[in-house]
């Protein structure tokens, strides 16, 4: 088990820069979770901190050790691929026992391993099966215990889940987050599915195209976005962006104009720029919309009711088209056709200036989240 | 009876015609190798279609020749000695090309490519000299040797080509593991390409088996012919006199394991045929 | 409770306070060669590589540069030693009129024939080869047999089909000349092989049946790949099945087509062993593999057979030239 460090790390094929001066520290015993649309680079940040690829400039340091050019066994990880790539040709036994052989260990130590392993990921009753003759949960199990057996100090997660059902992915989910606890390793875990990221992660980091946009805990990344990219990655409805002017005000933060709602005031620290900074977009998650029916015909249309059980969602279509997703309590007291006028707290509502970046908080809002800031 | 009727019957027809005339004519002489080999050699100048009575007389006279049975023996050392080094060193030579990335890859493959197109006779005065400078002439070691200017581009081309499609994660898990790339190919990779080794193996056997000019020119005594330059060099009393029951033995006796071989093995051959042509 | 990360910019210098790296001034890129991985990896690829490299070398490339040089001198098969270089005069050469491979008349004819015997018989192959594809396509019962039967041809050896063919197409007591004559086709029996104006036709008569199953298997493997669903589309626009094998089918399968039609043509043109055991050395079936292998070891003049083989390897190596270039962008992919 052991710490990370990420310093300026590049990685280049050909001239496509593919990771992009990411630096991040990684605690020992944390569950990390690369998360981010496909292409952003995720896959490839763990490849290079598994060793298969090359770090083009920058450093990577375990236990304050560089790792540079160490192979992936010497800086001591295990890895879960996306297909498994469990050897065909080998029982479960020798899948989980070819890296402790390669090791040199002893054959009684090989076998404690193996047989310790297979009994934690409750593999006991199938080590003489071939990979062919197993379910694809259960081979999920033996690509962990194959990358376990070595008793790695990292753990890595390529995708692990993308090719189990639903109902597996769920199940599955919760083994890994027990496993976690019950081993304390550190866990670097890469995946697309927020949901995946949100439940399992200690904290999250976000990319996109081969930067870091965000690091924090699921919460964090929910509540405060550092960015319009995390605000709509992250959340499932996704939150909705309102094109706004704004201006500083000095008593209250910002003042918005929102088209078809009026001015707010937002406790945000705007300041605005040059030429067209007085652009930003204001994010409120769904459930911070609060609809109202209106008397007179004005406010949107519903164009559509969602009922998902335990919640329900409206989609109201804006004056240019666009869809706005508002969720309420199910069943929902609105209908098809209805037309509501749309509010939202103030204390909820994330505003982003013209490159995307999130508007910080007030001073006396901002306080107690940078005392948070410097422990992650 | 529509019209319409009467047309797919005849279709119908027609096409089994098709498939009919087409096996006669691709087992035809095959089959009427056998039946010449089966009469005494009394009634060979007599035309017939089938085996009017079971003769063995020209099978003995063949096998009862120690140069028929140590062309045989040759033919089986060269074929066997040329399967296992052309699969070893195309094995290797196959990650190499299909797993790494390295400069000078496509040269080496263009290399590859560019030998398996070479017309035999012209590497024919070139070989003869080395064949001669390393005392292997008149040897099955001499065959062995220029068989590889054949068989191994090919090998290497099916292999490499049976070596790309393995997965990536495969080989990524076994650098994971800390598997060398020797461990990796022989622990990891062979076991998993048999079946394209035992195709590879089984075309660059056909093709030792089969092969006959350097067999012809590379060796000198009855006693070190291969199979092919005995069947062609068996000769009777004069040039018009050729012992044709005799010959017509000798060639169903080395062909028939051929047969065997490809028709049990049909499948794999065509895919083995395939992999070296239409995706190289 | 909720914090704001710093973005990019910013990331660097507040994950490291105090760290190794400053912000405000550019890390110094240190430019790694690969991963030891990857080092290793290459470095492992070209020992690899090294047994069939010196094999190539030992079997192809040493003994074509030999060949090379034998062309421009006088070796003889019992003195390969003591040749003297002497030029091109083995190509050609004046002294009291024209002399050398070029100047010779059947040198001409055996590139004719060989040119003769490898257009004929290949187009013969693919066109036949395309017919047996469709049909062992078709889904009928003993489909695996009759393929099995297709194979036959292939899987025997060169020489042993030569001679049954031979046999065949023996003149006195041959099934070949019995079966024209009981059909009436043919009032006295044909010295098939001996025959200066139908030896070509025997020879390319005995290859079309050997290599007609390469191209089949061919052009039946890419048929196999066919996309089923532009056939039941064409079935259901009603289009004849004529029209739909010339415009759908066909220039589908055409690629292997050309790459099948390109190895047989490569085959062609090297052709020795059929012609060699069914009419020897005659002249009116003598292609440039015969020529060159006549000088070199019957007529022990290697440095005259060297000048032929080179020339043949000359126009081998236009030929597969164009089909690398033709066939260059497939070189390029995998992994």
């Keep these: 088990m052991a710490g990370l460090t990420l310093e300026r790390v590049n990685k280049r094929f050909g001239s496509t820069q593919v990771i992009d001066d990411v630096s991040m520290q990684i605690d020992n015993g944390e569950f990390i979770v690369f998360v981010g649309p496909s292409g952003c680079g995720k896959s490839t940040l763990l490849r290079l901190i598994a060793g298969l690829e090359s770090i083009t400039h920058g450093d990577l340091m375990i236990d304050d050790q560089r790792v540079n050019n160490l192979t992936p066994p010497e800086r001591g990880i295990g890895m879960v691929f996306q297909s498994y790539a469990l050897y065909p040709h080998m029982s479960v036994y020798d899948n989980i026992a070819f890296g402790l052989k390669l090791a040199k260990q002893e054959k009684q130590t090989v076998d404690e391993r193996v047989r310790h392993t297979a009994k934690l990921l409750q593999l006991d009753g199938l080590l003489e099966r071939l990979p062919k003759a197993l379910s694809g949960g259960q081979r999920q199990r033996v690509a962990i215990g194959r990358a376990m057996a070595r008793e790695p100090k990292i753990l890595l997660f390529d995708e692990p889940l993308s090719n189990l059902d639903a109902a597996l992915r769920v199940q599955t989910r919760n083994e890994i987050a027990r496993l976690h606890e019950r081993l304390g390793s550190t866990m670097i875990y890469v995946t697309h599915d927020q949901v995946e990221a949100m439940t399992l992660a200690d904290r999250i980091v976000v990319l996109n195209a081969g930067h870091v946009e965000q690091i924090g805990t699921p919460r964090e990344l929910y509540e405060r976005p550092a960015s319009r990219f995390v605000a709509g990655f992250i959340g499932s409805p996704k939150m909705n962006f309102i094109q706004v002017t704004a201006e500083a005000d000095a008593e209250q933060g910002c003042r918005v104009e929102i088209p078809a709602v009026g001015q707010r005031a937002l406790p945000l620290a705007f300041s605005a720029g040059s030429g067209s900074a007085n652009e930003a977009t204001l994010g409120v998650r769904p459930e911070h919309l609060i609809p109202t029916p209106s008397e007179r015909g004005e406010g949107l249309e519903i164009v559509n009711v969602e009922y998902l059980g335990s919640e329900a969602y409206l989609y109201l279509e804006r004056n240019d088209g666009e869809l706005l997703v508002c969720r309420t309590q199910a069943p929902s007291p609105f209908q098809r056709g209805q037309r509501v006028t749309l509010d939202f707290d103030p204390l909820h509502g994330h505003l982003f200036d013209h490159d995307g970046r999130a508007v910080p908080p007030l001073e006396r809002h901002a306080a107690p989240a940078a005392a948070q800031g410097a422990t992650s | ?280 | 409770m909720a914090t704001r990360q710093p973005t990019l910019a910013q990331t660097s210098a507040a994950q490291n306070p105090g760290g190794a790296v400053d912000a405000t001034q550019p890390a110094r890129p240190r430019r790694e060669r690969g991963t030891r991985v990857r080092r290793r990896r290459v470095r492992a690829a070209w020992l690899f590589l090294t047994p069939m490299l010196i094999g190539l070398a030992l079997v192809a490339g040493w003994p074509l540069a030999r060949t090379f040089w034998f062309s421009v001198t006088d070796a003889s098969l019992s003195s390969l030693e003591g040749a003297n270089f002497i030029g091109l005069e083995n190509y050609l050469v004046h002294d009291n009129g024209w002399y050398g491979i070029l100047a010779d008349p059947l040198w001409w004819q055996s590139v004719w024939n060989t040119l003769y015997f490898a257009l004929v018989s290949v187009s013969l192959e693919a066109v036949l080869g395309v017919i047996v594809a469709l049909v062992l396509n078709a889904h009928f019962r003993g489909r695996t047999l009759v393929r099995a039967a297709m194979l036959i041809p292939w899987a025997i050896p060169t020489v042993v089909s030569a001679k049954i063919w031979a046999w065949m197409l023996n003149d006195q007591f041959g099934i070949i000349n019995h079966l024209l004559m009981t059909l009436g086709l043919i009032d006295a029996p044909r010295s098939w092989t001996a025959d200066a104006s139908l030896s070509m036709w025997a020879v390319i008569m005995v290859d079309v049946w050997k290599a007609t199953p390469f191209v089949a298997l061919l052009v039946l493997a890419a048929l196999q790949m066919l996309p089923s669903d532009c056939y039941e589309a064409a079935k259901v626009d009603g289009i004849h099945p004529v029209r739909v094998f010339f415009r759908v089918t066909l220039p589908l399968i055409t690629p292997a087509l050309l790459v099948a039609v390109i190895f047989r043509a490569l085959d062609a043109l090297r052709v020795f062993d059929v012609i060699y055991v069914l009419t020897s050395n005659a002249a009116s079936t003598m292609t440039m593999s015969i020529y060159a292998r006549q000088q070199l070891v019957e007529f022990q003049d290697v440095g005259y057979g060297s000048a032929a083989s080179t020339l043949l390897f000359m126009i081998i190596a236009l030929v597969t030239v164009v089909y690398l270039y033709l066939g260059r962008r497939q070189l390029g992919g995998g992994s």
């Design chain 2, 1 to 280: 009876m529509t019209l319409r009727r009467l047309k797919s019957i005849a279709l119908t027809i027609g096409f089994w015609l098709l498939v009919g005339v087409l096996v006669l004519y691709a087992i035809f002489p095959f089959y009427y190798a056998i039946v010449t080999s089966l009469k005494p050699s009394s009634q060979l100048f007599e035309v017939s279609y089938w085996v009017d009575s079971l003769d063995f007389s020209n099978y003995v006279t063949v096998l009862s020749q120690p140069t028929f049975l140590a062309a045989i023996r040759n033919s089986v050392i060269v074929a066997l000695s040329v399967v296992l080094i052309a699969l070893l060193l195309g094995l290797t030579a196959a990650w190499a090309l299909g797993r790494v990335r390295f400069r000078g890859r496509t040269t080496v493959m263009m290399i590859v490519l560019g030998v398996s197109m070479f017309p035999q006779v012209a590497v024919l005065s070139g070989l003869f000299e080395v064949i001669r400078t390393l005392d292997l002439y008149n040897s099955p070691g001499g065959l062995i040797l220029s068989y590889t200017i054949f068989t191994l581009p090919f090998t290497v081309w099916i292999l490499t080509t049976f070596m790309r499609q393995l997965p990536d994660e495969l080989e990524e898990a076994a650098i994971v593991d800390g598997a060398s790339p020797w461990v990796t190919l022989t622990k990891v990779f062979m076991p998993l390409l048999w079946p394209a080794m035992a195709t590879t193996g089984l075309l660059a056997f056909i093709a030792a088996w089969n092969e006959f000019l350097f067999a012809l020119t590379f060796t000198l005594t009855d006693s070190q012919r291969t199979v092919p330059v005995a069947i062609a060099l068996i000769s009777g009393g004069s040039q018009y006199e050729l012992p044709w029951g005799p010959i017509m033995a000798a060639s169903v006796i080395v062909t028939v394991p051929l047969v065997v071989l490809v028709v049990i093995f049909q499948r794999r051959i065509v895919s083995g045929l395939t992999a070296g042509a239409v995706k190289g």
